[in-house]
């Protein structure tokens, strides 16, 4: 027996009326029909989910026929039907008790739900018009939101914003308040908008929770301020007591804002700033083994990048050993010798100087680093590979 083409239909058009009994057959098949059809499409799907394959998607269109069939069999007075990130269907319901509105809050955030928690949030305002811990509740939910970068719309930016405003408002004693604040001023006002809650909270907490100066420290990078950056990096560490998980974060902020945009080095200004950034990510992924992973070849490089690297004749330095009975040897390598960072700006150039850049980016730590950087080589072309050191010898060799 065929299976008819409403039973196989994975998702409704819309969470019209008419669409939803569509997706059920009705029509083709009678209203009267809704309650065998819903069965029936439930059955089939269930069937689905202990198949061969498919079965994630199976479950996932057994949710939504259990929600879709609440929501029309409830008629005008169902709970809102609400389309989830990966565009099925979920039914966000009233919560009874603020403490049930939290839970439920949670959940949303924990799934990435951003439409239910944008419905719930509607509803719990309008339920609970100027409670307090509602609006807190409320503030850092969609400021949580926000902080993800999640898809918000209008509205819920909106409420996001007035939320947090009165809750800083109505419990200014409350870090809460201030992170919420601080979430959405980072996203939708000017850095310098953001550094001017700092002397706010300094003024109304008896201390600065780790978050909130890590936005700080977000608002100092963006306004180009890399020192104040670190400086708040630092303090968020520290207020932190060490926790890993933010220094995992902090570890990702210095690499992301202060090391790959310093790349390449181009003065010995750069190496040192590059060297003491590098020191603050170590300092910052201490104990955190993935964090500590992630910073050790920009410590390689700072180390690499310092050393002095001999780019001249060698067999001029041979002649010169022997001539001065080696007195001369010492001052003849520090004047053919260049700092790594110079070696490899300049480039295998020439047959003398190409030992040295084959030195400098030995292994693969250099060219990693590089690549994953946005600036550029004059003996680089975007987007290629790096010579081959031993294309680079013979290269070399032939052309002198």
């Known amino acids: 027996m065929t299976t008819p083409e409403w039973v196989l239909e994975a998702v409704p058009r819309s969470t019209s009326r008419p669409d939803i009994l569509a997706y059920f057959g009705v029509p083709p098949e009678p209203e009267a029909e809704l309650e065998s059809n819903i069965k029936r499409k439930r059955q089939f799907w269930g069937k689905r989910a202990n198949g061969p394959g498919g079965r994630e998607l199976a479950e996932r269109i057994k949710k939504d026929i259990q929600n879709l069939s609440l929501v029309i069999l409830k008629g005008n007075d169902a709970d809102d039907l609400v389309v989830t990130e990966d565009g099925h269907y979920t039914i966000v319901t009233f919560a009874e008790t603020v403490e049930e509105l939290c839970e439920q809050l949670a959940d949303l955030l924990r799934r990435g739900d951003a439409n239910g928690v944008q419905t719930a949030c509607r509803r719990a305002l309008a339920r609970w018009p100027g409670d307090a811990e509602v609006g807190l509740a409320v503030a850092l939910s969609l400021s949580d939101l926000v902080a993800d970068n999640i898809a918000v719309e209008e509205d819920g930016r909106r409420m996001a914003l007035v939320t947090a405003q009165e809750a800083v408002r109505s419990r200014p004693q409350d870090a809460r308040a201030w992170l919420a604040m601080a979430r959405c001023s980072l996203a939708f006002d000017s850095p310098s908008a953001v550094l001017a809650l700092e002397p706010r909270v300094a003024s109304a907490l008896a201390a600065t929770p780790a978050e909130l100066h890590g936005i700080f420290a977000a608002a100092s990078f ?141 292994g693969s730590v250099v060219q990693e680093l590089h690549a994953r950087a946005s600036g550029t080589f004059d003996w680089h072309e975007a987007g290629q590979d790096w010579p081959d050191p031993q294309a680079v010898h013979a290269q070399m060799m032939t052309r002198g």
């Open 222 to 362: 963006r306004t180009g301020d890399k020192d104040a950056g670190l400086m708040r990096l630092v303090n968020a560490v520290a207020a932190s007591n060490g926790d890993p998980a933010v220094r995992s974060a902090a570890t990702d902020t210095v690499i992301a804002e202060v090391l790959l945009p310093a790349l390449p080095l181009r003065s010995t200004k750069d190496v040192a700033a590059f060297a003491e950034g590098a020191d603050i990510a170590a300092w910052c992924a201490q104990d955190v083994p993935e964090a500590e992973a992630a910073v050790l070849p920009f410590r390689v490089w700072s180390v690499t990048a310092a050393n002095q690297v001999f780019i001249g004749d060698h067999g001029l330095k041979a002649l010169v050993g022997v001539l001065t009975g080696f007195s001369a040897l010492p001052l003849y390598n520090r004047m053919a010798s260049r700092p790594g960072w110079r070696v490899l700006l300049d480039g295998p150039t020439n047959a003398r100087s190409w030992p040295g850049w084959c030195h400098v980016v030995s």
